[in-house]
């Protein structure tokens, strides 16, 4: 088991800022990749961004790219994001994510919202 803690969610006026970060605990060695996923209100979860450890490779959506950075530290298991430019229809609960598909742990999700 691998227990996902997420931090950094809040309210923002459109085009600011917010920094998300989520700390990987427990079984970590499954955690090959980390990122993140969010869904909106009446939506389906939609992927946001991913790292890949062993390669270092990163992935984001088409919604995101340009605007939001993924990175992390390995050796504390946490990643982070970067959300830059942000425009109201980035609001949605944010859910972290370890682990290939098959294998995956979330986290509780956090909050984000843009205000416009």
């Known amino acids: 088991q691998v227990q996902l803690v997420e931090s950094g969610g809040g309210s923002v006026q459109a085009g600011g800022s917010l920094r998300l970060s989520c700390a990987a605990s427990?079984?970590?060695?499954?955690?090959?990749?980390m990122g993140w996923f969010r869904q909106a209100p009446g939506k389906e979860r939609e992927f946001v961004a991913g790292?890949?450890?062993?390669?270092?490779?990163?992935y984001y959506g088409d919604s995101v790219k340009g605007r939001f950075t993924i990175s992390g530290d390995n050796a504390k298991n946490t990643v982070y994001l970067q959300m830059n430019s942000l425009k109201s229809e980035d609001t949605g609960v944010y859910y972290c994510?370890?682990?290939?598909?098959?294998?995956?742990?979330w986290g509780q999700g956090t909050q984000v919202t843009v205000s416009s």
């Open positions: 994510y370890a682990g290939p598909v098959g294998n995956r742990s």
């Open positions: 427990g079984r970590t060695r499954s955690t090959v990749v």
């Open positions: 790292i890949s450890w062993s390669s270092g490779n990163t």
